[in-house]
């Protein structure tokens, strides 16, 4: 892996070695649109109420999945945060004195970095949903959508 100036180790980071293989494959099921290009114009995270507009493409066969999501005001979105790197379990996200465990953040810095998001669903166009709240760069692959948990249409 390469590594850019914003991928470097920060004081009292730690990285450790990643396995050579992987347990389970994943098909990307679309791809999301944001008005963001780099990581760091990414907002830390959405706002469903206030944020940009996105736009949400689901790749043919899978499209035929989103028959009904248009009853549902919220959404769960799942997607890959491809970008980011895979081997650091101790994190100074503000260059502090100590640093914390991966799984204590929200950062995309994981070994799986898979991100989810509740984002408001404004519209349905086939294939295409119109979302706000997401969080990530423009064309960050999607993983599965699902409607809110305990959410009633």
């Known amino acids: 892996m390469t590594e850019s100036r ?5 004081p009292r980071e730690i990285a450790v070695p990643v396995p050579d ?3 389970a494959q994943l098909w990307f099921i679309g791809r999301i649109h944001t008005p963001w290009k780099s990581r760091g114009e990414c907002p830390r995270r959405g706002d469903a109420d206030n944020g940009p507009e996105c736009r949400i493409e689901v790749f043919h066969p899978w499209a035929a999945g989103l028959a009904g999501i248009a009853k549902h005001q919220r959404v769960q979105i799942l997607y890959w945060m491809h970008q980011a790197r895979r081997d650091v379990m101790m994190q100074n996200p503000n260059y502090g004195d100590v640093a ?6 929200r950062s995309p810095v994981r070994p799986n970095p898979v991100a989810s ?23 960050t692959p ?6 809110e948990f305990g959410a009633t249409p």
């Open 142 to 147: 999607l993983v599965d959508i699902k409607a």
């Open 6 to 10: 914003s991928d470097a180790l920060r």
């Open 100 to 105: 914390t465990g991966t799984f204590a953040l």
């Open 117 to 139: 998001s509740i984002v408001r669903l404004l519209a349905v166009d086939g294939p295409i949903l119109t979302v706000r709240g997401l969080d990530c760069l423009d064309g």
């Open 21 to 23: 293989r992987f347990d």
